[in-house]
């Protein structure tokens, strides 16, 4: 299978630890890369590699992985980090981009 | 740093043919992936395409049929073009700068650049 699949939604109460999970068959062979999107706004990568942030991305943000299934770990969870979180890879054979279908995360 | 900005036509009938540059500004345009995304309205992220600075597409097998992309090196831009369009093709269009990387065995390819997206309303 060439899909990437998410839980449609999660809550952390604030302070808290969450963890979003992506699982596919692509996970096998390429790190999970994750975005963040807030409403209005273009994504923005978090998480790429085995687990590396962007520059301005706070270190509360981790990623994981083990065989079909990567996590992206928020520790310590803050009201900013509401928001909608995807994860890509891509297709080992097409090298097609996927995709999952992205996980709402809500802080309460 | 590097910075993209799409431009477009906005507003489409059914059946035209869309146009969307990207221009990349700050940076080399040569050694990475140039690739389109989409949106639709409450939706999550598809994949259109990328070409690669070598020239190299690849493009997602739902739109292969009516898309096309390019790179013009000398103008610092890159473009989509998809014909036949319709109201399921209403989103916005975004362009991102893509990188891939070996680690050991294990394959890495993120979008580190986005630009801010541009709508698209084909009615």
């Known amino acids: 299978s060439s899909e990437l699949t998410q839980d449609p939604a999660v809550s952390v109460a604030l302070g808290q630890t969450v963890r979003i999970t992506c699982q596919g068959d692509?996970?096998?062979?390429?790190?999970a890369t994750w975005y963040q999107q807030k409403p209005g706004q273009a994504p923005k990568l978090v998480i790429y590699?085995?687990?590396n942030r962007p520059s301005g991305i706070p270190d509360r943000f981790s990623g994981s992985g083990s065989g079909n299934t990567a996590s992206l770990t928020i520790t310590g969870a803050q009201a900013e980090d509401e928001a909608d979180y995807y994860c890509?890879?891509?297709?080992?054979?097409?090298?097609?981009?996927?995709f999952g279908g992205g996980t709402k995360l809500t802080v309460l | 740093q590097v910075q993209l900005q799409e431009s477009g036509p906005g507003r489409l009938k059914p059946l035209e043919t869309l146009s969307l540059t990207c221009a990349v500004s700050?940076?080399?345009?040569?050694?990475?992936?140039w690739a389109w995304i989409r949106q639709t309205p409450g939706k999550g992220l598809e994949w259109i395409g990328y070409?690669?600075?070598?020239?190299?597409?690849n493009y997602n097998p739902s739109l292969e049929s009516r898309i096309s992309m390019s790179l013009e090196t000398s103008k610092r831009q890159f473009s989509l073009r998809m014909t036949s369009v319709s109201a399921a093709d209403t989103a916005i269009y975004y362009c991102?700068?893509?990188?891939?990387?070996?680690?050991?065995?294990?394959?890495?390819?993120?979008?580190?650049?986005w630009g801010t997206g541009t709508t698209v309303i084909v009615s």
């Open positions: 590699g085995e687990n």
């Open positions: 890509n890879s891509r297709d080992t054979t097409s090298l097609h981009v996927l």
């Open positions: 692509s996970l096998r062979s390429y790190f």
């Open positions: 991102a700068r893509g990188e891939s990387m070996v680690r050991g065995t294990t394959l890495y390819f993120y979008m580190d650049v």
């Open positions: 070409v690669y600075y070598t020239g190299t597409t």
């Open positions: 700050g940076g080399s345009i040569s050694s990475y992936y």
